[in-house]
Structure formats: structure tokens, C-alpha cells
């Protein structure tokens, strides 16, 4: 009963949010249902939660550590960490120092792209490496950037539902990751990027289960093209998995005179929801889609 009442609130809720476009009538909306009946739907939408002050709360952040994350994982994860802390003492960051990066929001599911799916599925829509909701199943893993050096660690538990030859990682995996690494130094270095070229070259089988280093770095910028180049390693770095060179292209291509009215319009949503969720205060791997978007 109180299941299927809280159903009739949420489609209620959902049916009102969506038409009721104008800010004011919505807040007032917003403060007259009761908080606990719009949980279920406010928890999927950073957007809306952003207008709900006493349930604001930063989106779920995968590259924290989780039960699933091996002894090494973690021993990994806190040198990396330590080292982000001794720049920060006294409350200074030094430049030159160590970051973590938070995992990827989908907050831009409201920007350009994802035309064939529905509303309701762009919702949905997950970053693939982000996609399994089992703790340890898939891709685990963290990324750590050295802004100054242009470079960026990530450190990578392969999960077994990764396996492709029996015991080990597949390479579509391998590639996901690596790609994943290469995309996220250059878009932190140049904007929003796509991968154009992506070399890999496969040396020696990843267990699965095991932790590997992915070490980033940047070969040299050539107008819109940023190269970027990485070594697989296993935790400890005595043995070579994989090495990748790549050629990301900065900004989206120009879009045709008809398309691009209906492209700035999303744009400007897009930049309204990042506005509304973080107050303006866009963290490191949220700043480079201020700059990039053509419009
Ligand atoms: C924190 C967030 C973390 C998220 C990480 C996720 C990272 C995931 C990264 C991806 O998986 S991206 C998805 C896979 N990639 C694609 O789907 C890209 C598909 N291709 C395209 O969209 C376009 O071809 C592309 C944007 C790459 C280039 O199209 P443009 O029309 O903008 O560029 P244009 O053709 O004018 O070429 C610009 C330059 O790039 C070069 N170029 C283009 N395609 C290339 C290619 N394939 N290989 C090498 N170079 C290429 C091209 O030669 C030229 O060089 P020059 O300036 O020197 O003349």
C-alpha cells in the first residue's frame, strides 16, 4: 500500500517537475510535497537534489575505496593519496603536487549526444567503465593527476567479470581502461576530447584479479590534437602488461548551420543543470567541460 502510494507521488511528481518549467512555481512545488516521497526519484537526480538544500549531497563517487579493493589496491591507493595530503599541508596546495580524481558525473547526460535514446534512457545512462553495480565485479579503479608533471596514474583492479582468455583480462577491457586513462589526462589537459587514434600493444596477460598501474603521460600538443601516451605495469612495476600511445582531438566538430541553434540550446541546459548542482563550485574533472563545448 504505502509502495504503491509512493509510486503515485513519484509519477505525480515526475509529470509536475517536467511540465512545470518555471523556477519560481517549481521551488514552491518542491516545498510543498513532503521530502520522504520524492527520495526515491530526487536520489537519481543530482539536478533536482541541488534545489532541495537539506537533502543536497555530492554524487556517489566511485574511485573511493570499497570492500571489494584488494590489500594492494588500497596499500596503492593511500601512497597516492598521502602524497595529494603533504601538498595540501597547511592548507596550501603547492603546484606541482598529486590529485585524486572523483569518478565521472552524468550530469552531462543533459548535453549533445545520446539522440536515439529516450528521455527516460539518457537518465539512465552510466559511464561504461561505471556500469556494475556488484563492488569488485568489473573495473575498479582510480585516477590520480599530476598536473604539473601531465601526467596521471590509475590504479586498476580487474574485476572477473573483465575475463577474456581463461584467468585473465580481456583485451577490450584493457582497452577500455587505457582509453579511459589516455581520454581522462588529455580532456584534463585540453578540454573535452575524443579519442581519434588509440595504438595498444599487448605484452604480457593481466591475471584477473590482480592490480595494475596505468602510468599517463603527455607526448606533445599539435593544434586540436593532443597526444598522450601510457605503460600497463603490474603494482610494483617490474613487468610490462601493455603499452598504448593515443591521439585525442580537442572540441567537437562544428556542427552544420542547421543543427547548431538546437546544439546551443543544450549546451546552455547543460550549463544551467552543472550551475544548479555544484553552486558554481565545478570540481577538476567538471572544469573542462566549462571550456570545451563549442558554443
Ligand atoms: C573525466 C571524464 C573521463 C571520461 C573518460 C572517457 C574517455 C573515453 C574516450 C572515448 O572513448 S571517445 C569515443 C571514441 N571516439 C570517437 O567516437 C571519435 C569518433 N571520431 C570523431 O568524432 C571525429 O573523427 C573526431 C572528433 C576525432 C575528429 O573529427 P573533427 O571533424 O573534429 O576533426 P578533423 O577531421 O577536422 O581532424 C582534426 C585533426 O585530427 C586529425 N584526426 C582526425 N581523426 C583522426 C584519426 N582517426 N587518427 C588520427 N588523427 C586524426 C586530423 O588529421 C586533423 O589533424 P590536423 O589538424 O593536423 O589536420
Known amino acids: 500500500m504505502l509502495r504503491h502510494g509512493l509510486q ?3 509519477v505525480f511528481c515526475q509529470t509536475v517537475l517536467h511540465t512545470v518549467s518555471a523556477r519560481p512555481l517549481r521551488s514552491a512545488i518542491l516545498r510543498l510535497i513532503p521530502r520522504t516521497a520524492l527520495l526515491p526519484w530526487l536520489s537519481s ?10 537533502l543536497s549531497s555530492p554524487p ?59 528521455k527516460l534512457l539518457k537518465e539512465k545512462a552510466r559511464l561504461f567503465t561505471r556500469n556494475t553495480e556488484e563492488q569488485g565485479a568489473a573495473f575498479e579503479y582510480v585516477v590520480f593527476m599530476n598536473k604539473s608533471e601531465k601526467r596521471c596514474v ?12 581463461p584467468g585473465n583480462v580481456h583485451g577490450g577491457a584493457i582497452a577500455t581502461i587505457i582509453d579511459t586513462s589516455l581520454g581522462t589526462l588529455a580532456g584534463y589537459l585540453s578540454g573535452i576530447v575524443m579519442t581519434a587514434n588509440l595504438n595498444i600493444n599487448y605484452c604480457s596477460p593481466i591475471p584477473l584479479g590482480s592490480v595494475v598501474l596505468i602510468d599517463s603521460v603527455l607526448d606533445k600538443v599539435e593544434g586540436r590534437k593532443t597526444f598522450v601516451s601510457c605503460q600497463v605495469t603490474s603494482s610494483d612495476g617490474s613487468k610490462l602488461h601493455t603499452e598504448a600511445t593515443g591521439n585525442a582531438v580537442a572540441g ?44
Open 60 to 118: 556517489r563517487d566511485y574511485s573511493l575505496p570499497n570492500p571489494s579493493w584488494s590489500t594492494e589496491m588500497r596499500r596503492l591507493y593511500e601512497y597516492y593519496d598521502s602524497l595529494c595530503e603533504k601538498e595540501m599541508e597547511g592548507g596550501e596546495k603547492k603546484p606541482g603536487g598529486w590529485g585524486r580524481l572523483p569518478s565521472y558525473n552524468r550530469t552531462l547526460k543533459y548535453a549533445a549526444g545520446g539522440k536515439c535514446l529516450s
Open 154 to 165: 590509475c590504479i586498476f583492479q580487474a574485476g572477473h567479470l573483465l575475463e577474456g582468455p
Open 8 to 10: 503515485v507521488t513519484r
Open 45 to 54: 537526480r543530482a539536478v533536482s537534489v541541488s534545489e532541495w538544500p537539506l
Open 252 to 295: 567537437l566538430p562544428i556542427p552544420r548551420q542547421s543543427q547548431h541553434a538546437t546544439l546551443k540550446k543544450k549546451m546552455s541546459n547543460t550549463h544551467r543543470h552543472l550551475k544548479h548542482t555544484f553552486h558554481g563550485r565545478l570540481n577538476p574533472s567538471f572544469a573542462y567541460f566549462k571550456v570545451c563545448f563549442p558554443c
